[in-house]
């Protein structure tokens, strides 16, 4: 049986999300933020998972179907929980003065709640087995933790664009960028559930979803660049 120190697995369960905070980070290359509001909004982000985990505990009194919990109620919660750290912990601050920046504070906030849950997830496992918690660590490095801050970059740059949009069209923007990010959580959520039932649901994730996020962010990085270059 494989032995592995507490602390070990806390650094390989924090790894992933202080990883992924840094590539985002240096996607910003003509203007990176400030290292010290980026950790801020990762704290914050991580924080939030507690009410994020309440309110969910809540609807799960009423509802009993993990299905619903996880498709529907789960993304919106979540979502909408990372979407309101930066909307009011950095939205007008004057360091966030670009679509970009939309982006990355987005996947801070999210990278902080997918950290938390990381631990969680993965201490889980460890008490189960040190194996078992390698395994989880490995799965969710690759595709939750990053999932986390591919949805919420969705609804990140619909906020650092309305920021610079007329101000009638700005709630219209947020609004399809949140609720996208929402389905989004919600369709990776259900390719997991169906895993186990639906034969094609694994590779609708691995093949079509997973790499869409990507492409996803792409171009929104890219629009949100070619911003900063008109500026």
Same mark, same amino acid.
């Given at each position: 049986?494989?032995?592995?120190?507490?602390?070990?697995?806390?650094?390989?369960?924090?790894?992933?999300?202080?990883? #992924?905070?840094?590539?985002?980070?240096?996607?910003?290359?003509?203007?990176?933020?400030?290292?010290?509001?980026?950790?801020?909004?990762?704290?914050?982000?991580?924080?939030?998972?507690?009410?994020?985990?309440?309110?969910?505990?809540?609807?799960?009194?009423?509802?009993?179907?993990?299905?619903?919990?996880?498709?529907?109620?789960?993304?919106?919660?979540?979502?909408?929980?990372?979407?309101?750290?930066?909307?009011?912990?950095?939205?007008?601050?004057?360091?966030?003065?670009?679509?970009?920046?939309?982006?990355?504070?987005?996947?801070?906030?999210? /990278?902080? /709640?997918?950290?938390?849950?990381?631990?969680?997830?993965?201490?889980?496992?460890?008490?189960?087995?040190?194996?078992?918690?390698?395994?989880?660590?490995?799965?969710?490095?690759?595709?939750?933790?990053?999932?986390? !801050?591919?949805?919420?970059?969705? #609804?990140?740059?619909?906020?650092?664009?309305?920021?610079?949009?007329? !101000?009638?069209?700005?709630?219209?923007?947020?609004?399809?960028?949140?609720?996208?990010?929402?389905?989004?959580?919600?369709?990776?959520?259900?390719?997991?559930?169906?895993?186990?039932?639906?034969?094609?649901?694994?590779?609708?994730?691995?093949?079509?979803?997973?790499?869409?996020?990507?492409?996803?962010?792409?171009?929104?990085?890219?629009?949100?660049?070619? #911003?900063?270059?008109?500026?």
């Amino acid at each position: 049986m494989i032995e592995i120190e507490p602390l070990v697995i806390l650094a390989l369960a924090l790894g992933p999300g202080v990883f #992924w905070v840094w590539y985002f980070y240096h996607r910003d290359k003509f203007e990176p933020e400030p290292a010290a509001l980026i950790i801020k909004i990762f704290l914050i982000g991580a924080l939030i998972t507690i009410p994020v985990a309440f309110i969910e505990g809540f609807f799960g009194l009423f509802i009993a179907s993990p299905v619903i919990m996880g498709v529907v109620i789960a993304p919106v919660v979540e979502e909408y929980g990372k979407f309101w750290v930066v909307r009011r912990f950095i939205y007008r601050d004057v360091e966030f003065d670009e679509p970009m920046d939309g982006i990355v504070y987005a996947a801070s906030a999210a /990278l902080g /709640l997918a950290s938390f849950e990381n631990v969680l997830y993965v201490f889980a496992a460890y008490a189960a087995s040190p194996s078992l918690a390698l395994g989880t660590v490995a799965i969710r490095a690759i595709f939750s933790v990053p999932g986390h !801050a591919l949805f919420s970059s969705v #609804w990140g740059y619909a906020l650092g664009r309305a920021k610079f949009t007329a !101000a009638q069209r700005r709630p219209a923007i947020i609004a399809r960028g949140l609720a996208l990010a929402m389905v989004l959580h919600g369709i990776f959520n259900f390719l997991l559930f169906s895993a186990d039932t639906f034969a094609y649901a694994t590779a609708i994730f691995i093949l079509v979803l997973i790499p869409g996020l990507w492409i996803l962010l792409e171009r929104n990085i890219r629009s949100a660049l070619r #911003w900063q270059r008109r500026r």
